[in-house]
């Protein structure tokens, strides 16, 4: 019996649980994917647009990223009318702030006072939680670059990478995985991989709304990417390619050395029509796509060759040929750690697999000789047997 424990926000379950709350925060489990990242140099959050319906004229309302003040940005996963009430009482909040002390709110501050206004809904009868949830990024003088998500309960918690809305736990998995404390330039990457992983519908530049906060000149610069700036739908499919083939060379390279090889066919056609898309790519990225494709092509001679000894002595051409690039960005010297890591952990795989094989073929040749120089003093014997048989 349900005792209609859910029908009011003022009720607790047995079990101390305000069912109106939980299902406000499933409301949002359903919404577009919003997610953000803590980097060294800034922050970055991007939000899926959804468009319900092909005949919706999706340039009314199709703002997924709202900015609070000059200091402050946020993005909402939810009930779209909830989050309009929310967000102009973050601006005017954030106005007034301003305007009785001469200088912009702490980020913390603004989002305190909002949870505070959400957790007041969960307590009075005759209203309903909010059902939206929001991820802030910002900076203040007292904390640097701050990243902050709020749920419809009135929490609020601060992250260096988190995402709110459909898949969001698969997400998450994923950021745990991949987050190294990136740059803006491998948090833009990384942002783009768990999308693309997570969402239910290809991702494509039209349907990601993606803004990084930094500062500059000492002042807070926010901007929100254009198509040209995220990644095209041919780096799209080469970054997912490239991937994909990591992953069966990591699995078994000598079992799935025919489709690593069609794989790199392919990539080498994405990788010439990248380099066909001038002004779209930042050239030190091309260069690290173009270092990672001919990693893999070396891998792959190496398994072709014959003996193991050749294959180890290929493998150690590669950090030779191929050395990690640091990459110039801003003022920030970044290298991919991603990449390296991936590239050595798989070098070092392959390395182990051929030593073992070489450890075989050596053991096997020493048991070759050995039953040889057996099978020798064997006929030996059986010639002296038969020698002195005859002369008796």
């Given at each position: 019996?349900?005792r209609?424990?859910?029908?009011?926000?003022?009720?607790?379950?047995?079990?101390?649980?305000?069912?109106?709350?939980?299902?406000?925060?499933?409301?949002?489990?359903?919404?577009?994917?919003?997610?953000?990242?803590?980097?060294?140099?800034?922050?970055l959050?991007?939000?899926?647009?959804?468009?319900?319906?092909?005949?919706?004229?999706?340039?009314?309302?199709?703002?997924?990223?709202?900015?609070?003040?000059?200091?402050?940005?946020?993005?909402?996963?939810g009930?779209?009318?909830?989050?309009?009430?929310?967000?102009n009482?973050?601006?005017?909040?954030?106005?007034?702030?301003?305007?009785?002390?001469?200088?912009?709110?702490?980020?913390?501050?603004l989002?305190?006072?909002?949870?505070?206004?959400?957790?007041?809904?969960?307590?009075?009868?005759?209203?309903?939680?909010?059902?939206?949830?929001?991820?802030?990024?910002?900076?203040?003088?007292?904390?640097?670059?701050?990243?902050?998500?709020?749920?419809?309960?009135?929490?609020?918690?601060?992250?260096k990478?988190?995402?709110?809305?459909?898949?969001?736990?698969?997400?998450m998995?994923?950021l745990?995985?991949?987050?190294?404390?990136?740059?803006?330039?491998?948090?833009?990457?990384?942002?783009?991989?768990?999308?693309?992983?997570?969402?239910?519908?290809?991702?494509?530049n039209?349907?990601?709304?993606?803004?990084?906060?930094?500062?500059?000149?000492?002042?807070?610069?926010?901007?929100?990417?254009?198509?040209?700036?995220?990644?095209?739908?041919?780096?799209?499919?080469?970054?997912?390619?490239?991937d994909?083939?990591?992953?069966?060379?990591?699995?078994?390279?000598?079992?799935?050395?025919?489709?690593?090889?069609?794989a790199i066919?392919?990539?080498?056609?994405?990788?010439?029509?990248?380099?066909?898309?001038?002004?779209?790519?930042?050239?030190?990225?091309?260069?690290?796509?173009?270092?990672?494709?001919?990693?893999?092509?070396?891998?792959?001679?190496?398994?072709?060759?014959?003996?193991?000894?050749?294959?180890?002595?290929?493998?150690?051409?590669?950090?030779?040929?191929?050395?990690?690039?640091?990459?110039?960005?801003?003022?920030?010297?970044?290298?991919?750690?991603?990449?390296?890591?991936?590239?050595?952990?798989?070098r070092?795989?392959?390395?182990?697999?051929?030593?073992?094989?070489?450890?075989?073929?050596?053991?096997?040749?020493?048991?070759?000789?050995?039953?040889?120089?057996?099978?020798?003093l064997?006929?030996?014997?059986?010639?002296?047997?038969?020698?002195?048989?005859?002369?008796?």
């Amino acid at each position: 019996m349900a005792r209609r424990y859910d029908s009011r926000t003022t009720i607790f379950s047995p079990e101390g649980r305000l069912y109106q709350v939980e299902y406000a925060m499933e409301a949002i489990s359903h919404a577009g994917t919003c997610l953000g990242i803590l980097a060294t140099d800034g922050i970055l959050i991007a939000a899926e647009k959804r468009n319900v319906h092909k005949l919706l004229d999706d340039t009314v309302l199709a703002e997924k990223i709202y900015r609070l003040s000059e200091n402050i940005t946020c993005t909402v996963a939810g009930i779209t009318a909830d989050a309009n009430i929310l967000i102009n009482h973050l601006r005017w909040w954030a106005a007034q702030y301003k305007l009785s002390y001469g200088e912009e709110m702490p980020v913390e501050q603004l989002v305190q006072n909002l949870c505070n206004e959400k957790q007041r809904y969960t307590q009075i009868g005759g209203k309903r939680p909010f059902g939206v949830s929001l991820l802030y990024m910002g900076w203040d003088k007292h904390y640097g670059y701050q990243l902050y998500q709020s749920d419809p309960s009135g929490n609020y918690t601060g992250w260096k990478a988190t995402c709110i809305g459909n898949n969001h736990q698969a997400a998450m998995s994923l950021l745990k995985q991949e987050y190294k404390s990136p740059t803006l330039a491998e948090a833009k990457k990384l942002a783009v991989k768990v999308l693309w992983k997570t969402l239910d519908v290809k991702l494509t530049n039209e349907k990601v709304e993606m803004a990084v906060l930094t500062r500059r000149d000492g002042k807070t610069v926010v901007e929100e990417l254009t198509a040209a700036e995220m990644l095209t739908s041919s780096e799209l499919s080469f970054l997912r390619l490239l991937d994909r083939t990591k992953k069966l060379a990591r699995e078994d390279l000598s079992a799935n050395v025919w489709k690593v090889n069609a794989a790199i066919i392919y990539l080498d056609n994405l990788f010439n029509k990248l380099q066909d898309e001038k002004g779209l790519h930042n050239a030190d990225m091309l260069m690290q796509y173009g270092r990672e494709l001919n990693q893999m092509k070396l891998l792959i001679e190496a398994e072709n060759c014959k003996s193991s000894e050749d294959k180890l002595s290929q493998l150690d051409l590669i950090p030779r040929h191929f050395p990690t690039a640091s990459v110039d960005v801003g003022s920030h010297e970044v290298i991919s750690h991603q990449s390296k890591e991936t590239t050595s952990e798989l070098r070092a795989r392959t390395r182990a697999v051929y030593r073992a094989d070489l450890r075989k073929q050596l053991l096997g040749e020493e048991k070759r000789r050995r039953e040889e120089s057996e099978c020798i003093l064997a006929n030996e014997m059986l010639s002296s047997y038969s020698f002195i048989n005859s002369a008796f």
